[in-house]
Structures are given as structure tokens and as C-alpha cells.
């Protein structure tokens, strides 16, 4: 008789004890979405975002990013999220064809994913790279024209210009210097690049 009550209050205080642990359980999850929310203003965390806006110093530009381009878009996102393209510059423009910029010292190569999910029409953005596979860091273009014949093979496109256009226009018609490749007269800065939602 005596074993039974022992066995019936052992088995209250056990049930006392599990309600207890998931009474704080619940307020540590509360605490922690709490804090979350706080932290990201009630957003998804910016490293999710699939917006970029950059300010640049002839005005801004927002790009949407291809979520299906995980290296490559994936490596934009870093770089963004390091705020390593912020005082770097648009340092090529090819009338007619490209502007090319985020020139980032000691970025690290990426793996090229090709072939092309998205192609390389106007306004797209793709990574730069040298003629060797695999060889694409931190500078990144923005398609001109419909350059996916040349293009497409070879450059992975990872997003679109959907805001800025006008811009994008504005930098593809600077005046560059002649004998260098189609570096701006006048300097193009990215002042920053942010997720936006």
C-alpha cells in the first residue's frame, strides 16, 4: 500500500517537474523571438534578403538577386553583408555593352555555375571574371544590351536591375578615358550596398 502512494506521488512530482521545464521553455522561446524581433524590426534577417540597393554617387540602384545562383548569389550576399563593395567603384564602362565595378582587394574566387540558368540580357547583373574558369571574385557587371550570345557561356548571371535603370543608363554613357579600358573621367563611387526588402 505504502509502495503504491510512494509510486503515486513520484509520479505527481515527476508530471510537477516536466510541467515546470516546459513553462520554461516556452518563456525562454519567447524571450529569444522577442529579442529577434527586436533586433531585425519584426524582418526576415537581411542576410536572407533577395534585394540589394546600391548608392552610388550618380544615384541608386536596386538589384533583385536569383535565388536559384546559390554560389554566386550567395557570394554577393557575403560580400554585401561584410559591407565590402561600400567605397569601392564602377572602374569600367564599355559604351553600349557593360558597366563593371565592386573591385574588392583579396576577395576570394568562386566557382563558376554554368551552364547559364538566367542569360545575360539587358540589365542583368553577372559575375566578372578573368578568361580562366572558376576565376570570379567580387567584381560583378550590369548588362547594357542583350548580351547573352557573347556572354552567356562563360558569366554567371546572379540578378536584374529592377529600380535605378535610369541610372545604370546615366553610367553607361560617362565619358571615360580613352586609352584605359573605359575607366571614368570622373570617378563612380558605390558609396553602399544594402539589403532591402
Do not use: C
Amino acid at each position: 500500500m505504502s509502495n503504491t502512494r510512494e509510486q503515486v506521488l513520484k509520479r505527481r512530482k515527476t508530471r510537477a517537474l516536466k510541467r515546470k521545464i516546459a513553462v520554461i521553455a516556452t518563456v525562454a522561446l519567447i524571450i529569444t523571438g522577442a529579442v529577434l524581433a527586436y533586433q531585425f524590426g519584426g524582418k526576415t534577417s537581411p542576410s536572407t534578403s533577395s534585394k540589394v540597393l546600391l548608392v552610388t554617387s550618380m544615384g541608386n540602384i536596386t538589384i533583385q538577386l536569383y535565388e536559384d545562383m546559390p554560389i554566386t548569389t550567395g557570394n554577393f550576399k557575403k560580400l554585401v553583408s561584410q559591407k565590402a563593395y561600400d567605397g569601392t567603384k564602377f572602374h569600367r564602362v564599355a559604351h553600349n555593352f557593360v558597366i563593371q565595378g565592386g573591385e574588392v582587394p583579396g576577395a576570394a574566387t568562386i566557382q563558376d555555375e554554368l551552364p547559364n540558368k538566367h542569360s545575360n540580357i539587358q540589365w542583368t547583373v553577372a559575375m566578372a571574371k578573368t578568361s580562366l574558369p572558376n576565376s570570379a571574385t567580387s567584381q560583378f557587371f550590369i548588362n547594357l544590351k542583350d548580351n547573352s550570345a557573347t556572354l552567356d557561356s562563360n558569366y554567371s548571371v546572379f540578378g536584374i536591375v529592377v529600380e535605378g535603370r535610369e541610372v545604370v543608363e546615366a553610367i553607361g554613357n560617362v565619358e571615360t578615358v580613352p586609352a584605359d579600358d573605359g575607366e571614368p573621367v570622373t570617378p563612380i563611387t558605390i558609396i553602399s550596398a544594402r539589403f532591402v526588402s
